[in-house]
């Protein structure tokens, strides 16, 4: 068995890869993570596989922003843009794509030409296009991340680029008396605003959309009409990265 | 001896000329023990959060160096917020003698900015001419440095870095540095060679954190070219100290740099290229020039804080080493 890790802002996600290629995921919540399955050894953390339910891995092949601060014991360390690439080709059978990756906490774009890494873009210090402003628009609205994800037609305006000040603005639209279905594609269309200029860098014939927020079928929606292209979401879109390391340990 | 601080490189033979100790302000910024609290108490003083964390911690440098009390400002040729940056130090007692470099490279006027800047404080052409000579003796041992690091395997990027960046003053002797420099060309031999399989280029203004090389060559890159810190050497040998003002690149624009700039990546066979940025800095818009002008895979860097690089951009490192393997 393989195991593949994505130590991510918000989630850590496990992909173990049985002998005949099939695959089981796992998730795990990231602060619970470290506090309750690892503990520091000697400067690495050591976590306890068996009591997390994941057996014994031959071998740990892991990536993620957590990946610069906590030393995995035992693991292989891979860069996270190449986990995602690697994750990408793998789900999706596609070389040439510009891959698009809107995590908990940072928004990715790669261009991929026959299965190579050409060039990349990554968000600057600032939650504005992840998850994290999803999830606190989806609850300014009191609605579930689902049914934000569902609207995408007639969006009210929103300019304000900080996921904090953005719900302010929020509010203000829904004093406003707009529509729930308005605020909600504004909350989407607001995510594509601002992950415009990186695609726009590194545009090619298809998109394929990884990370928690792919689930959003309306920003699908919006990425589609704005860009004319197609747009892939693979079938484990947050898992991908884990995927991605099961990938490299293949190899 | 009277210390007059600087804002970046001014003609510094004149500083040395009139008799005077010229002190880098930046350079003490950044190597103060903590560097950010000199930050923050800039912005306690009301200066921006969301401004060039050189130009506080500039103020408060200038603040807590009691031993400075003149500086030259470079009005032109560097950042506008150095206008504030005067401004709120006159406030404060500080005396500012301003200097500008011409945008457009005019001889002329650079040679007037100079010969004002020789009557304030007290000076002659001819003792600048000495004062030139007397520094191009240190320049030339630079120089070798320089070289050794792109056609040798020993000078690390930021011992590359750290010696050419000091040039701005050369640490307010001249002598006592190159003596500095000798030892370490002396002891080159002895080290051992560094592996990396990757040559970079580093452009753009210094690194506000200082593990950026280190990082890099832990991961089997070397930077062989950092084009600030070399320009503050004066690199072409041009006996007009006009001239000298006219042809270092730093002040001015971004196609006359990228002149220099190619000509370096072509001799030094480098693999990639880092183009580093001060976030808030007017320096992020000429990225999109330099990204269409140079056909070399190009990492752009944007530090904001000083001293330690942060997750965000190792993870951005990392991609860029990948793409070059």
Request: glycine fraction near 6%.
């Amino acid at each position: 068995m393989l195991c593949g890790i994505d130590l991510g802002s918000r989630n850590v996600k496990v992909a173990l890869r049985d002998q005949d290629g099939s695959l089981s995921f796992h998730k795990f919540d990231t602060v619970s993570f470290y506090r309750e399955h690892g503990r520091a050894v000697e400067g690495q953390l050591r976590v306890d596989f068996a009591a997390l339910g994941l057996g014994v891995p031959e071998r740990v092949v892991a990536t993620g922003y957590g990946r610069q601060t906590i030393n995995l014991q035992g693991a292989e360390i891979i860069p996270e843009l190449k986990a995602h690439v690697l994750g990408a080709i793998q789900q999706t059978n596609l070389t040439d794509f510009t891959l698009l990756d809107l995590g908990g906490q940072d928004s990715k774009v790669v261009l991929v030409a026959r299965g190579k890494m050409l060039d990349f873009q990554t968000n600057d210090k600032c939650a504005a296009s992840t998850g994290r402003y999803l999830e606190n628009m989806a609850a300014v609205l009191d609605i579930d991340l689902a049914e934000l994800s569902r609207h995408y037609e007639n969006p009210v305006d929103l300019s304000s680029t900080c996921a904090i000040f953005g719900e302010t603005e929020l509010i203000g639209k829904v004093v406003e008396g707009h529509t729930l279905a308005s605020l909600a594609a504004g909350v989407n269309y607001t995510i594509f605003k601002r992950i415009k200029p990186m695609l726009k860098k590194l545009m090619s014939d298809t998109i394929v959309f990884t990370g928690g927020v792919a689930r959003n079928q309306a920003l699908v929606k919006i990425l589609e009409r704005e860009l004319g292209v197609p747009v892939v979401v693979p079938t484990h879109p947050q898992f991908n990265g884990a995927i991605g390391c099961c990938s490299y340990a293949l190899e | 001896m009277q210390k007059i601080g600087m804002t970046t490189t001014v003609p510094m033979e004149v500083i040395y000329a009139a008799g005077m100790i010229p002190v880098d302000l930046n350079n003490i910024f950044i190597t103060h023990e903590n560097p950010q609290s000199l930050v923050e108490e800039a912005e306690i003083a009301g200066y921006p959060r969301n401004l060039c964390a050189w130009i506080k911690g500039l103020y408060t440098t200038t603040l807590q160096n009691e031993d400075i009390r003149t500086i030259i400002a470079v009005t032109q040729g560097d950042c506008s917020n150095t206008h504030a940056l005067m401004e709120t130090l006159e406030m404060a007692g500080v005396k500012v003698i301003p200097f500008a470099f011409p945008f457009d490279r005019d001889y002329d006027l650079l040679k007037l900015q100079m010969e004002k800047l020789i009557e304030s404080l007290g000076t002659s052409w001819e003792a600048v001419q000495r004062t030139k000579a007397r520094l191009e003796q240190v320049r030339q041992r630079v120089k070798e440095l320089d070289r050794l690091t792109w056609q040798g395997d020993r000078v690390s990027g930021w011992d590359n870095h750290l010696f050419q960046v000091s040039c701005s003053d050369f640490e307010g002797d001249p002598e006592a540095f190159a003596s500095r420099l000798d030892t370490y060309l002396a002891e080159l031999p002895q080290r051992n060679p560094i592996k990396a399989d990757i040559r970079l280029a580093y452009i753009g203004v210094p690194p506000i954190m200082d593990d950026l090389y280190d990082y890099l060559e832990e991961r089997g890159a070397r930077v062989v070219f950092n084009e600030v810190q070399r320009q503050f050497t004066m690199p072409f040998a041009i006996d007009d100290i006009v001239e000298q003002y006219r042809t270092y690149s730093y002040p001015y624009g971004i196609f006359y740099r990228l002149e220099d700039i190619t000509r370096e990546l072509e001799r030094r066979q480098v693999d990639g290229v880092i183009h580093y940025a001060q976030s808030f800095c007017y320096r992020q818009i000429e990225d999109l020039i330099i990204r269409q002008k140079l056909k070399y895979p190009i990492l752009t860097l944007e530090g904001d804080k000083p001293n330690k690089l942060d997750a965000r951009t190792r993870m951005r490192l990392d991609a860029f080493l990948d793409i070059l393997r």
